[in-house]
């Protein structure tokens, strides 16, 4: 099914922290530059009476924890006016997690914002619960902020060859072109490698040959999207390694790296590949994680 996406907000997931705030600020942004409104959600769980652990006794009135929530979205909703005080914002407080209100929200949505934590506790998690989740289901791209952004550095897509991450390239050019940031397209590839006994591995390979036909797959994947794209400068860059480390540490410079949900290894029901999890929770800058869709021509 073909959803029409045209008038599509960029929406931004909020709960109260302030790296939710920070989300908001890259939202706003990345609205302005797209022509979209944004639209602010907090997800509002009421206190649960009841559970096994034995009745929850609730400190605040309803009324009063609705009227905290309200408060949190319109400090939210202030904050993206700051970026750009005629940007089109709304904001609303919705029953329900957070991962099945964005889920539905990214149903309709251009982008989906949100913090790489939140309020959660737990310090030593390098990603939250709700971002693990909507990065792997949501129906749009996820965008995690990490921090405050940067706004030099250029914009970094992981390739590997595979029709599953045609639409993160395509995501990725369109945001080098809207930040007027160079593209840094990265390929990690390793020479094939006897990793257990039985394995075959061809006795006699050319180094040189494996080198040219990876150089091939990384400028084809490139070729048609730089053709549409022909203000955004490319370096294609060719890294001996495993995919994840790789790109972790190419992500050290880049104001954004951008993996689709799933790679060349795809195991069917993986809802995120191995490369783009390890690259989620270890990038040291944002990250956007792209869909594909299946279907869709990517665009
Ligand atoms: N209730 C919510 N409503 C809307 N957005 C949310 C909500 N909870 C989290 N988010 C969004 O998801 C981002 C990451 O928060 P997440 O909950 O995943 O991390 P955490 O709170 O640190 O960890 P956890 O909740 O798993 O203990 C937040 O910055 C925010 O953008
Ligand atoms: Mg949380």
Do not use: N
């Amino acid at each position: 099914m073909m959803t029409d996406r045209s008038g599509a907000p960029v929406v931004v997931g909020v709960d109260g922290s302030a790296t939710a705030l920070d989300a908001v600020r890259v939202a706003a942004r990345e609205a302005v530059a797209r022509h979209r409104p944004l639209r602010v959600v907090h997800a509002f769980l009421w206190p649960v009476l009841g559970t096994p652990l034995g009745p929850v006794v609730a400190t605040l009135p309803h009324e009063d924890l609705r009227r905290e929530a309200d408060k949190l979205v319109a400090e939210a909703v202030d904050e993206a006016r700051k970026v750009d005080a005629d940007l089109p914002v709304t904001g609303v407080a919705r029953d329900g997690g957070a991962v099945a209100v964005l889920l539905e929200e990214s149903r309709d949505a251009a982008l989906l914002v949100l913090g790489h934590r939140g309020l959660g506790g737990f310090a030593e998690l390098l990603v939250g619960s709700a971002a693990v989740g909507l990065s792997a289901r949501a129906d749009c791209p996820v965008l995690v902020v990490r921090g405050e952004p940067r706004a030099d550095g250029p914009v970094m897509v992981g390739v590997d060859g595979s029709a599953l991450s045609t639409e993160a390239i395509g995501f990725a050019f369109a945001e080098a072109a809207q930040r007027g940031a160079d593209l840094v397209a990265v390929h990690a590839w390793l020479y094939p490698a006897p990793v257990g006994p039985g394995d075959i591995v061809p006795l006699v390979y050319d180094p040189e040959q494996l080198r040219a036909e990876e150089e091939r797959v990384l400028a084809e994947a490139v070729a048609g999207w730089a053709e549409r794209y022909p203000e955004v400068r490319v370096r294609r860059k060719l890294v001996a390694g495993a995919p994840a480390p790789v790109l972790v540490a190419e992500s050290a410079d880049a104001q954004l790296v951008v993996v689709g949900a799933h790679g060349r290894g795809s195991l069917g029901g993986l809802l995120l590949g191995s490369v783009s999890h390890a690259v989620l929770h270890h990038a040291r800058s944002p990250l956007a994680i792209v869909r594909h869709r299946r279907g869709h021509a990517a665009s």
